[in-house]
């Protein structure tokens, strides 16, 4: 199966600041990275696929990036409704693995 | 709008089954692979169980192979999940998701599912 290690664990960022958080796969998963946002007490809504595709009503701020191995999520303008653990997924191989989240919150 | 309504969890022995159910709407639900995704208490997601549009293929982790079985009734847009022998390692809310090829692009709002004596 292939791994799916995030970090940071949990982030603490002040509204309007910039934040990263950081996905590497075990091996090449060519761009099939998903990233979800899971509000609290919420289910897990879908925010990026394919690395870097915006999914429909994703705010701007939201960005992905990588390709290989390690890929990226940006949260520009850190706005309060952005509090939620984060999880990366990967879409190349089966089983479709995720990884163990990054819990973000608000200064 | 897609909804996916999840229900049938509750509270169940260890060795004992239960079956979950997830009506679809809003979208034309035989055109779409299913799934069903798992997330213990404080913990990540685990992915459970996927289903072909037609229902013909089905596609398990180890953890559950033998022991769930994945269906749909495209007459009725409703996914199912018959989990027997079930475990305590298998608390978890479970939500039914819709599949891409790319992501999990819907999320029903989860039933949870607890196992315990």
């Known amino acids: 199966d292939i791994q799916m290690t995030q970090s940071p664990a949990s982030l603490s960022a002040s509204l309007g600041e910039t934040v990263t958080i950081e996905c590497l796969a075990s091996?090449?998963?060519?761009?099939?990275l998903a990233w979800y946002q899971q509000k609290p007490g919420k289910s897990p809504q879908l925010l990026i696929y394919?690395?870097?595709s915006l999914n429909d009503g994703v705010p701007s701020r939201f960005s992905g990036s990588g390709s290989g191995t390690q890929y990226s999520l940006k949260i520009n303008s850190l706005q309060s409704e952005d509090v939620s653990i984060y999880f990366c997924?990967?879409?190349?191989?089966?089983?479709?693995?995720f990884g163990s989240g990054t819990k973000l919150e608000i200064k | 709008e897609v909804q996916l309504v999840e229900t049938g969890g509750g509270l169940v022995q260890p060795g004992r089954s239960l079956k979950l159910s997830c009506v679809a709407s809003?979208?034309?639900?035989?055109?779409?692979?299913m799934s069903w995704t798992r997330q213990a208490p404080g913990k990540g997601l685990e992915w459970v169980a996927s289903?072909?549009?037609?229902?013909?293929?089905?596609y398990y982790p180890d953890s559950v192979k033998g022991r769930f079985t994945i269906s749909r009734d495209n007459a009725q847009n409703t996914l199912y999940l018959q989990m027997n022998s079930l475990r305590s390692e298998d608390t978890a809310t479970y939500y039914c998701?819709?599949?891409?090829?790319?992501?999990?692009?819907?999320w029903g709002q989860g039933v949870m599912v607890t196992v315990s004596s």
């Open positions: 998701t819709r599949a891409t090829t790319v992501a999990f692009d819907y």
């Open positions: 997924q990967q879409n190349y191989d089966s089983p479709p693995t």
């Open positions: 809003g979208f034309t639900f035989n055109n779409y692979w």
């Open positions: 289903i072909t549009n037609s229902g013909g293929s089905t």
């Open positions: 091996e090449d998963i060519y761009s099939n």
């Open positions: 394919y690395a870097n």
